[in-house]
């Protein structure tokens, strides 16, 4: 099992930055990659960003430019700088960590609110 914390969300105005954090433990030998998700209300839970172990990175289309992802792996954490935030930003966040492709375990998810 992995478990999954993550911390840093909250309330900022348009335009403004967060860190996200995402501290992981437990049986990670079988992770290969972790990232973030994101679930606005009424709407999907989408990919945000994606980290592997070999330090590859992807990015949805409507974060790049603005947030960056990276781990300490000394740590066992991942990290999401979200810069230039807008209200279309506002939403849950959810950490993940994959075996593959597929997200395997959640964290409990941050509230993420820019106000505009």
């Known amino acids: 099992q992995v478990q999954l914390v993550e911390s840093g969300g909250g309330l900022v105005q348009a335009g403004g930055s967060l860190r996200l954090s995402c501290a992981a433990s437990?049986?990670?030998?079988?992770?290969?990659?972790m990232g973030w998700y994101r679930q606005a209300p009424g709407k999907q839970r989408e990919l945000v960003a994606r980290i592997t172990n070999a330090g590859s990175t992807n990015y949805a289309d409507f974060v790049k430019g603005r947030f960056t992802i990276s781990r300490d792996s000394a740590k066992n954490t991942v990290y999401l700088q979200m810069n230039s935030l807008k209200p279309d930003d506002t939403a849950v966040y959810y950490c993940?960590?994959?075996?593959?492709?597929?997200?395997?375990?959640w964290g409990q998810g941050t509230q993420v609110t820019v106000s505009s």
């Open positions: 993940f960590a994959a075996r593959l492709a597929i997200p395997n375990y």
């Open positions: 437990g049986s990670l030998f079988s992770i290969n990659a």
